[in-house]
């Protein structure tokens, strides 16, 4: 019987990761998110854990692989530089198949740009990460509660497939304190045994080894149509997205995350103008819930409004999944400013006009 | 048929019975011996999991017995932090050469003595870059002629060589640093003793522990095999000096 | 007498154990191997006078040499 706890989200996140049996965190102090460090700083030690401030992001992401090619659940946070940062490494660790969770609190960019909230990660995040052909499975919640569920999910998903799992959330998310409870975890997802992972050959025939440098063409082609294979069967069983009153609508509103939040405030003022509008919630950004567009492509006269905190990332993915059957349409704002219920309604009446 | 003689000399159970792609006459081939034959003579090969770098040595996790990873380059330190924090019953090791030690890898390199992780480097300094064709490196001598620096090195634009055992003993962290060279029997003698030194302390919890081996690379020094031993003793030895930098145990004796 | 056996597929004619035996009975034989090199080795009338040191398992990078008693 859990009770409900207020906390801050990067503490929540913390605490998360604690639960899903994370037993080393490794990270880097960066604005927004450097209260998840502080908080397994200070319990990690209490329970026989793990917990190391790396020199850098990127010996942080590097300290990441190596725990994970142990078998070891780990996890790391940082925010947008030191996401770029970690790049190259999250690359060998989806080409070594590598288990983690890693957490991105978005700040404005490009460069060294903001510390306020932004969405402006969505390419980075879901078109790969880094160089190579591979996709990461991304998670986007919209309250402290859904991260610390999906935090669980991540880890489960990142051992079931053999893959980094990132969570993405914003400045908005890490900073606010809401009430959240931590459920026992109920996964009926059958883990394998990490057979393959390099923690000392201890009797074994072979040793093993963690790798992604497959010099033969034929190899490295064999071991990406291998990875192929397990991203399509991530899209097929992972992918996760919310639909709100999307049955006949004049518009549907899509968006995540804190958008996604007021989004939902939007949809309540414009019916009190007498405007349907509906929201495509998409839950993980890759895979991307094509399958909602395919769901609501009927159901709505004007088509869809992307809303972002960005110049337009993730409004490329409707447009893909839309496939030109119905307009496209964005809002966007940048560098830290969140976008007003009443912005994004004026935007609304614009599209829709005077014709209800 | 040699079944009744008793061996005085075999090749090493530590490292895999494999062909390696190394140039003939290069060292790495010896100083992988020695490491395997450390392993094995300690009995760890069964826990012992190395981390192998970017450079000539990339593909060492096919020739060592024991669990292997291949780490980005400059980063086995790290690999090796995350491998040994989350497995600290395990001995854990990198090997690495002087572009992924002491040039994109020097922050990891230092950071790791200055945690006084419980591991053991392996440093392989050859004075040059050798899988990319033989470019300068950080520890490539002044007026050493490389691929990027044809007339020599030019100390006022391209800087000096980095003497990275002495700098890194300096670190509070550092248990037990020390130069050898492969360059003559009684240097691989004196090397295979420091390496087994080395493992002996991550063996006991003791760290951080690094053996930089002063190395040949015939191929883009533009030497034969003993062309280029004189020029190691002749050249590198005077700029890097041989011997122990640090030894915690020897304060811990007293 | 001590005696050294030479794995000559796995020599790359590098010249290193001719350069540590002490007693400088080593040489490279008269054939190539299936990698083109000229494996080392010590004609048979020379190997009595190994006295057995070593020095040349000890200085091959390639794991080619077995000294037996």
């Excluded at chain 1, 209260?35 to 209490?46: D, G, H, L, Q």
């Excluded at chain 1, 402290?144 to 959330?169: K, N």
């Excluded at chain 3, 794995?7 to 040489?27: F, N, T």
Aim: hydrophobic share 40%; glycine share 10%; aromatic share 8%.
């Amino acid at each position: 019987m859990s009770e409900k706890v207020l906390m801050k989200g990067n503490e929540a996140i913390g605490e998360a990761a604690l639960r899903a049996d994370c037993k080393c965190f490794f990270g880097y102090p960066i604005t927004p998110q450097t209260e998840i460090s502080a908080y397994m700083a200070k319990k990690m030690p209490t329970m026989g854990r793990v917990f190391l401030q790396a020199e850098s992001e990127i010996a942080a992401i590097h300290m990441i692989y190596g725990a994970a090619g142990t078998g070891v659940r780990c996890m790391t946070s940082s925010s947008s530089p030191g996401i770029s940062l970690k790049a190259e490494g999250i690359s060998y660790i989806a080409g070594a198949e590598l288990p983690c969770v890693i957490i991105n609190i978005v700040r404005g960019g490009p460069g060294l740009g903001g510390i306020q909230p932004a969405q402006s990660d969505y390419f980075q995040a879901t078109k790969g990460g880094a160089h190579g052909d591979f996709h990461m499975p991304v998670f986007a919640p919209s309250s402290i509660q859904e991260m610390v569920d999906l935090i669980q999910e991540a880890f489960d998903v990142a051992d079931q497939y053999r893959t980094p799992v990132m969570i993405m959330g914003d400045g908005m998310l890490g900073q606010m304190m809401e009430p959240v409870e931590f459920k026992e975890s109920v996964s009926t997802r059958q883990l394998p045994e990490k057979t393959w992972a390099a923690n000392g050959r201890n009797g074994r025939v072979n040793h093993n080894v963690i790798n992604s440098l497959f010099l033969k063409s034929e190899a490295l082609e064999e071991h990406n149509i291998h990875l192929q294979k397990k991203f399509d069967a991530i899209t097929e069983n992972e992918t996760k997205y919310e639909l709100m009153n999307t049955d006949n609508a004049d518009l549907i509103l899509v968006a995540y995350g804190t958008t996604a939040r007021i989004c939902k405030n939007v949809i309540k003022l414009a019916k009190a103008q007498g405007i349907n509008l509906g929201l495509i919630r998409p839950i993980t950004l890759w895979p991307y819930p094509a399958a909602a567009f395919d769901a609501t492509i009927g159901n709505t006269k004007f088509g869809y409004l992307a809303v972002e905190m960005s110049m337009g990332q993730m409004v490329e993915d409707v447009r893909l999944s839309v496939e030109g059957r119905k307009p496209v349409h964005f809002y966007g704002r940048s560098g830290g400013m969140i976008p007003a219920p009443e912005d994004i309604l004026n935007k609304v009446m614009e599209i829709v006009g005077g014709n209800k | 048929m040699e079944n009744n003689r008793e061996i005085l000399f075999k090749p090493t159970s530590g490292l895999l019975d494999v062909p390696t792609h190394y140039c003939p006459g290069c060292t790495h081939g010896v100083i992988h011996r020695l490491i395997g034959e450390v392993m094995e003579e300690l009995d760890i090969v069964d826990k012992t999991i190395g981390v192998a770098p970017v450079g000539c040595s990339v593909l060492a996790y096919d020739y060592f017995a024991c669990d292997m990873f291949e780490a980005a380059h400059g980063r086995a330190p790290a690999v090796a932090t995350g491998i040994k924090r989350a497995n600290p019953d395990k001995i854990v090791f990198t090997y690495q050469g002087d572009g992924d030690l002491a040039a994109i890898g020097t922050a990891e390199a230092v950071h790791v003595a200055a945690r006084g992780e419980k591991i053991v480097t392996i440093f392989v300094n050859n004075c040059i870059y050798g899988m990319t064709g033989g470019q300068m490196a950080p520890t490539t001598l002044p007026g050493q002629k490389t691929e990027t620096s044809p007339y020599g090195r030019d100390v006022a634009t391209q800087g000096y060589p980095i003497r990275f055992s002495e700098m890194v003993a300096q670190l509070d962290g550092s248990y037990y640093i020390e130069r050898v060279s492969v360059d003559k029997v009684a240097g691989v003698a004196k090397t295979k003793k420091a390496i087994k030194k080395a493992f002996q302390n991550a063996i006991d919890g003791k760290g951080y522990n690094l053996v930089e081996v002063l190395s040949i690379c015939p191929t883009n020094w533009g030497l034969n095999t003993e062309e280029s031993l004189g020029w190691l003793r002749e050249n590198m030895i005077p700029y890097y000096p041989l011997g122990v930098k640090k030894d915690l145990s020897k304060e811990e004796a007293k | 007498m001590p005696k050294v056996v030479f794995r000559e597929e796995r020599c790359k004619s590098c010249g290193q154990c001719v350069i540590a035996c002490p007693v400088k009975i080593i040489g490279f034989t008269d054939h190539l191997n299936e990698k083109g090199y000229r494996p080392a080795g010590i004609p048979a009338e020379l190997m009595e006078k190994c006295i057995g040191c070593t020095s040349c398992g000890r200085m091959c990078p390639d794991l080619v040499i077995t000294v037996y008693k």
